[in-house]
């Protein structure tokens, strides 16, 4: 598809008022996003688990102005207060889309979310806000162009989500979503997510991700300033090189249930993600001594017990342990006795592969 097909035609149906919601999940990458071009577009394909239980819910009330206006009109609520400093973003994304959603100046929006995470968790709420605000867009868009079908809910949901975060365009469906074009995988885009069009062995249909809460400050570098860094970076095109070659290496591991590979795989991703960080200029760390002892501590635990469990990281210092679902009870009881003690305040989240956003019916 191209960007011209997500412009809606002629036809449009006359709606009034209305709510809808939209519950939408984060989505942690195994092969990493890190680079990015014009208009959001991905200097390299990746690929991630859509979570369960760290998501977003969005309700869009909207209401058609009696006079359409030259800007946007609306308001943000978070957890139920009208938050302004959210607005910018929002105003940037709502800049962003128009031209694929030419009624959004006719309408007048409130806009309410939430989190099931804490805000102040390290968790970037980005892919899960702005995907099921995406999503809540495309319900209003389904109202004034009947007859949508799916895939095309899905597909535009999903390019409009990645004009507001890259990742978010990964947190549609689940349990695994491949952005950007990969001349191996058919029907990827860079414009949009979608599904993991292969089957996956049972074992990552609820692999469990259990996060380590080691900072729960605010992000030290936007992700945008990161992917910025890429540009001129010395190792720039071998690293998006490596990352389509690690997609297709992943592909067969992810039939199969290879664990070893998928270790090999997923730990050297979140492992090169912060080599780039640290050889960019400027250069940054962000990893945190804690984050070390814990990576440390998941070796000698694999090495000791055999149990497949890895660890990936996103753009902070915060653990991801990735792990079967038959292994649960082990990798808990190794995360009390051996890494609460290097997570803030022992905080951390379990979570697992999920299916992907929902609407939620407002009766
Ligand atoms: O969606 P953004 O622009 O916040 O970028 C996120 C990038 C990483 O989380 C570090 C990697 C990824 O692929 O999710």
Known sequence: MTQQEFIPGQGMENIESGDVTWQSPSNIALVKYWGKKENQIPANPSISFTLDHCKSTTTLKFSKKTKASEDFDFSFYFKGSKKEDFKPKIQKFLERIEAYCPYLKDYEFEIHSE??????????SSASGMSALALCIMDLERKLYPGMEEGFFNRKASFLA????????????????????????????????VRLPYQIHEIFKDYRDTILLVDKGEKKVSSSVGHNLMHGHPFAEKRFEQAS????????????????????????EALTLHAMMMSSEPYFILMKPNTLEIINKIWAYRELTGIPVCFTLDAGANVHLLYPAADETKVLEFIKNELVAYCENGHYICDLVGSGAKKIDNG
């Not at 989190?115 to 970037?124: D, L, V, Y």
Request: net charge negative; glycine share 10%.
């Open 115 to 124: 989190n099931s995470f804490p805000h102040s968790s390290g968790i970037a």
């Open 162 to 193: 990645r004009l507001g975060s890259g990742s978010a365009s990964r947190s549609i469906e689940g349990p695994l979503v491949v952005w950007g074009e990969h001349t191996e995988i058919k029907e990827t885009s860079d414009l949009y997510g």
């Open 245 to 268: 070659r690690n997609l297709e290496r992943l592909i067969p591991v992810l039939r199969s249930g290879n664990l070893e590979e998928f270790v090999r795989i997923v730990e050297s």
